[in-house]
Nanobody
Framework: QEQLVESGGRLVQAGGSLRLSCAAS????????MAWFRQAPGKGREFVSA????????FYSDSVKARFTMSRDNAKNTVDLQMDSLKPEDTAVYYCAADRRATASSVPYSVMDYWGKGTLVTVSS
């Protein structure tokens, strides 16, 4: 069974940068489209970004486009999310997810196979 463990979340000031990582174990991550979702306090979970199995294409929500960059290292079984120009509204628990069938662009409409437990990002104003 695939296990996903997120790390890197912390308190950061608005305008700052943060890099989240997701380490996968149990299966080879190259078999999966990988994604990041987030859930802000009192709100539902929302899609953030997704990347194809070999990293050739990525897809972002409008709210993070041009500020966040997702990458993957299949040799290390990891995916990262570089977050720049952070805003207070980016405050949320960020979750890593994996799906065997979805493409990067279909992730927002897919039911993901595996989820991590999340890492908290807090952006202060």
């Amino acid at each position: 069974q695939e296990q996903l463990v997120e790390s890197g979340g912390r308190l950061v000031q608005a305008g700052g940068s943060l890099r989240l990582s997701c380490a996968a174990s149990g299966r080879t991550v190259s078999d999966y489209t990988m994604a990041w979702f987030r859930q802000a306090p009192g709100k539902g979970r929302e899609f953030v970004s997704a990347i194809s199995r070999r990293g050739g294409s990525s897809f972002y929500s409008d709210s993070v486009k041009a500020r966040f960059t997702m990458s993957r290292d299949n040799a290390k079984n990891t995916v990262d999310l570089q977050m720049d120009s952070l805003k207070p509204e980016d405050t949320a628990v960020y979750y890593c997810a994996a799906d065997r069938r979805a493409t990067a662009s279909s992730v927002p409409y897919s039911v993901m196979d595996y989820w991590g437990k999340g890492t908290l990002v807090t952006v202060s104003s």
